[in-house]
């Protein structure tokens, strides 16, 4: 319990977890780590743990108003207040989170993205336009399905993309998704696509580290092309992020080519977030596979809680054909 009050959550789940394997019926035990897991935002594990607790001890109202809490965090304040109904009423705890749930605005399932961009070329090559549109429903914190458009008009020919995607919680602090997509009479984007990846948080805090992978197959004009994309996410503070990945892209032949990205993320202030990044990599936008250098950057801004504006620039020097500075909006809203 020192070792959580102290903000040590780490040291305090391996302590607890030590106990709960000796002694699987102490209550307390399970519900301290319960909070221990809770704090590390590894929700299913604080879940698993309070109803420990109320196996052994139903009425024990910690384990119930930790639930809520799991539920909170979940989004689904009508789970929270659910458990919170099995609480006696002269809890202090118990009532003061349910003002809170009371005042909070109720959390959004939908968000819905919109994006434009537009595209100047070098030498005789026309301008390219692009616009998407994105919709995600989140049944809770962990399950979410989505769907996304996209058009885009290069070299004075239209094609029209759409990607279909599910994502949910394999484990605590493990997530994986699965995704298809296909493309209308194509001209350079792929006639089909399908992909799978996640992430696995090693720790959690303000200094948390994550490993993500993305892996895809896409069959162009010109052949298939695979692409794997290993990666790790690192926290410093909570405020600053550095995203790093290691491209590998097998062509129409089966030659690998390899590069790298890396960005920044940094939140001076709550509203306003800031990103910047620097990549070498082969890439696949002209339907063919190009060695591209880029340098972007942005910043999202958002103007209550539910609609973030963002905006953002890029240039691109490619190996073969034209260099490309794109200039970027987009739009999120959630409700």
């Known amino acids: 319990m020192q070792a959580r009050l102290a903000g040590n959550v780490e040291r305090a789940v391996v302590l607890l977890e030590g106990i709960v394997a000796a002694d699987p019926r102490n209550a307390d035990a399970q519900v ?14 604080a879940e698993k743990a309070f109803r420990a607790a109320l196996a052994v ?17 979940r989004g689904d304040h009508a789970g929270a207040l659910r458990e919170l109904q099995l609480v006696d009423t002269a809890n202090e705890e118990a009532a003061a989170l349910r003002s809170q749930l009371a005042s909070e605005p109720v959390p959004s399932r939908w968000q819905l993205d919109l994006e434009g961009s537009y595209s100047t070329l070098t030498g005789p090559q026309v301008d390219w ?9 989140r049944f809770d914190e962990s399950t979410a399905l989505g769907g996304r458009i996209e058009y885009a008009r290069r070299f004075g020919i ?68 695979q692409s794997v994309a290993p990666g790790i996410e690192q926290y410093v503070g909570g405020r600053f992020w550095v995203t790093g990945r290691w491209i590998n892209l097998f062509d129409e032949r089966g030659t690998r080519r390899s590069g790298f990205l890396v960005r920044g993320d940094l939140l001076p202030i709550d509203p306003l977030r800031l990103f ?45 054909g034209s260099d490309r500075t794109q200039f970027g909006l987009g739009l999120g809203l959630r409700f």
């Open 32 to 45: 301290q780590l319960g909070l221990a897991q809770l704090a590390g935002g590894r929700l299913d594990a």
């Open 57 to 73: 001890a139903p009425a024990y109202a910690d384990a119930r108003i930790g639930l809520a809490r799991v539920a909170q965090r």
């Open 129 to 137: 336009k692009e616009a998407a549109a994105a919709l995600r429903y």
């Open 158 to 225: 239209d094609d029209v993309y759409g990607e279909v995607s599910a994502e949910g919680s394999i484990a605590p602090g493990i997530r994986g998704y699965v995704t298809f997509g296909a493309t209308i009479d194509p001209d350079f984007r792929p006639k089909w696509q399908v992909g799978a990846g996640g992430s696995a948080r090693l720790h959690g805090g303000a200094y948390a580290t994550v490993l993500t992978l993305d892996a895809r197959q896409a069959r162009f004009a010109v052949g298939d092309v």
């Open 276 to 320: 910047v990044g620097y990549g070498e990599a082969p890439d696949t936008d002209e339907g063919r596979v190009v060695d591209v250098q880029s340098v972007f950057g942005g910043v999202s801004y958002d103007l209550d809680p539910r609609t973030t504006l963002r905006l953002s620039l890029a240039h691109e020097d490619r190996a073969t």
